[in-house]
């Protein structure tokens, strides 16, 4: 195994939360895969912000620190790191590696087709919305497409997608991105581990129209849920905040349309188009 890379934690600050965390793992007689294993993430992942390639969000930070004495130091250094350093896309790191590391993933969209479910055009037309520079936008199309592939793994999560009737009545207007975000839907739901239900507008209000969630299941390591606004998300695993979470999911599927019976209105949509 090569040895652990050097860190200067008098150059940066990133550095510095990276030794910290190795000294303070260390000090716990944990590897970085136990500790992975408490804060819902991967070994490499970890491994990562120890030698500061990656950077924890500060509720991360403060779940590392959590299951390492709960000294603070590592979240008072993430918080001045990201004061002197500001980075706001950080946050999505533990995401991804809490997305890869899970076996089961379900999730809620009120007004958007879900990331994983999204075709080319679809994407790039919600970026241009927006008004994301096209650079940017390169890369979220990328990062986004990259993340699908989960799905197509050999052995892949499980994969439960409710969205909102009001999302596909929003697509419709947009005929020219309409078409291959049906086809790609239709061809995803093929698939063992996707299944996607519709909760139609007739529906009314339901239990989750506070918005869009993520529910995670990962081996050994319990459930978490993640929300996000616009500009950036929360992981949390507080046993009560995550109970309440899949409450209003099992809730909302009672409401929802059977998964045949969303793909039957998927085909009709689609047909109407010809």
């Not at 993640?226 to 909302?252: C, F, I, K, P, W």
Request: hydrophobic share 40%; aromatic share 8%.
């Amino acid at each position: 195994m090569p040895a652990p890379k050097d860190l200067e934690p008098e150059d940066s600050m990133w550095d510095l939360f990276g030794a910290l965390l190795r000294f303070l793992r260390r000090h716990d007689g944990k590897t970085q895969t136990q500790l992975a294993g408490e804060v819902h993430s991967t070994g490499s992942f970890v491994g990562q912000i120890e030698t500061a390639e990656r950077r924890p969000s500060l509720d991360f930070a403060t779940q590392l620190d959590q299951a390492t004495g709960g000294t603070r130091l590592l979240t008072a250094t993430a918080t001045l790191a990201y004061k002197l350093t500001p980075d706001p896309t950080e946050w999505f790191e533990s995401f991804a590696a809490t997305e890869r590391a899970a076996t089961r993933i379900r999730t809620f969209e009120p007004q958007v087709i879900p990331g994983f479910l999204q075709c080319e055009e679809y994407m790039r037309k919600l970026l241009r919305c927006a008004r994301v520079p096209g650079a940017r936008a390169d890369m979220w199309v990328e990062r986004r497409l990259n993340r699908r592939r989960l799905l197509l793994a050999s052995e892949p999560p499980e994969y439960w997608a409710i969205v909102d009737e009001a999302a596909l009545l929003r697509l419709m207007r947009s005929p020219e991105v309409a078409r291959p975000q049906l086809l790609l839907m239709l061809e995803m739901i093929e698939r063992e581990n996707v299944i996607l239900e519709l909760v139609p507008i007739e529906t009314g209000l339901h239990p989750c129209m506070d918005g869009a969630f993520v529910l995670f299941t990962v081996p050994g390591r319990g459930e978490c849920s993640y929300s996000e606004d616009m500009s950036e998300g929360s992981m949390t695993t507080d046993e009560r905040t995550v109970a309440e979470v899949q409450r209003r999911y099992d809730l909302l599927r009672a409401d929802t349309w059977s998964p045949a019976r969303t793909e039957r209105h998927l085909r009709d949509l689609l047909e109407g188009m010809a």
